[in-house]
């Protein structure tokens, strides 16, 4: 049995979609009747297998590039799969690279809320054709129930839909016992205590920021907190706009944008942190929510998306868009010492039930089941 697994759309391991395949290819359970196979760009080569020899690696020679790598799912992804010989695919990377028609059964996993791309709401052609190859796929693996319910209200087959939830690598994410005092030197970035975390790329307005930013101004001058604000995450289509609204800022001073932060340093950053703040209205799946309550800080986020399935009742919510009630929950978080200590004893706890073992069990269950009928 030989499942190939597409590696386009992981963005080279340097997004949630990219950590996810090297979670999900770290755990997957031995079987020595199944042979796995990766194939993508060649620059991924060693991307996905350096730390191990249990993958094969096939390099397609296509341009590195949204445009080519579509064209050639479209018209080649079909025989590709046949002339490998497999017997089922894994798009790890989600929808933008489907095929026009499945040549073997294709198991296609959804991280994102579909409906809310960018790529499928200013194209209405696209997003036709994405509804199309998920009602020709054997089976979808959603992230969330709530990725699962975006999926149905597009008309997906609900049956046709797993949800299989993402882990947290435990021996990242962890309560640190010994906290740096006044600067966390993580190479190479020095960033001085105390400071609130927001580890998201900075990718678009949904991830709201700008309204962040502006709500920890707020909560500087009602306050008076010594506090930071520390915004984690690689540059993207609204880098400009976030930049602009900190140096604007009357506490520009006291915010600090990192740029990429390598995902094995941040359980350091997390921890030291006063509490993670994650305003973002477009999350299928809220992995950093969940990594910073493993850490062992408490949590405020937004009550959109998939974050209250996610963090349950384990975190403060909030309105993004409302700056004053998000003013208020950062000075909650902040100073309300007993919410602060049942957020941190619970949240911990809560995390316990994302594993990225059975993550990958439950996705090799699903492969196995399909590959056998």
Not at 141 to 167: C, F, H, M, T, W
Not at 200 to 224: C, D, N, W, Y
Not at 287 to 299: D, F, K, N, R
Request: charged share 20%; with cysteine; proline share 5%.
């Amino acid at each position: 049995m030989k499942i190939g697994i597409d590696t386009f759309g992981c963005e080279h391991g340097r997004s949630g979609i990219g950590m996810y395949l090297l979670s999900l290819l770290a755990n997957l359970p031995d079987s020595s009747g199944i042979l796995y196979e990766l194939f993508g760009s060649e620059i991924d080569r060693y991307t996905y297998t350096a730390q191990t020899d249990r993958f094969l690696y096939t390099g397609v020679p296509v341009a590195d590039s949204f445009v080519a790598e579509w064209i050639w799912h479209f018209f080649n992804l079909g025989a590709f799969s046949l002339r490998q010989k497999y017997n089922a695919v894994l798009f790890a990377g989600g929808v933008k690279y489907l095929p026009f028609r499945f040549k073997v059964p294709g198991i296609v996993v959804v991280n994102d809320i579909i409906s809310e791309l960018p790529e499928i709401t200013s194209n209405p052609i696209f997003a036709r054709y994405i509804r199309f190859c998920l009602s020709r796929c054997t089976k979808i693996i959603a992230g969330s129930q709530y990725i699962k319910n975006d999926l149905v209200a597009l008309s997906v087959p609900e049956d046709r839909i797993e949800v299989v939830y993402n882990g947290i690598d435990h021996s990242l994410f962890y309560p640190r016992t010994e906290l740096y005092t006044d600067v966390v030197t993580i190479k190479p970035f020095a960033i001085k205590r105390p400071y609130l975390i927001y580890a998201s790329r900075l990718q678009g307005p949904a991830k709201k920021h700008v309204e962040l930013i502006r709500a920890f101004s707020a909560f500087k001058k009602a306050t008076g907190l010594p506090h930071r604000l520390v915004l984690a995450g690689e540059s993207g289509a609204y880098s400009d706009m976030v930049q602009k609204e900190s140096i604007q800022s009357e506490y520009a001073s006291d915010i600090f944008l990192t740029g990429f932060f390598p995902h094995d340093s941040l359980p350091e950053l997390y921890a030291n942190a006063d509490a993670c703040i994650f305003p973002s209205v477009c999350e299928g799946v809220g992995l950093p929510v969940i990594e910073a309550m493993a850490c062992g800080i408490p949590v405020a986020c937004a009550k959109f998306g998939a974050l209250p399935e996610i963090a349950d009742k384990y975190a403060v919510y909030f309105t993004p868009d409302n700056i004053e009630e998000t003013a208020s929950v950062l000075k909650k978080i902040v100073t309300d010492k007993d919410l602060r200590s049942n957020l941190i004893t619970s949240g911990i706890e809560w995390t316990k039930k994302f594993d990225w073992k059975k993550t990958a069990r439950e996705t090799y269950e699903i492969i196995r089941k399909i590959v056998a009928q």
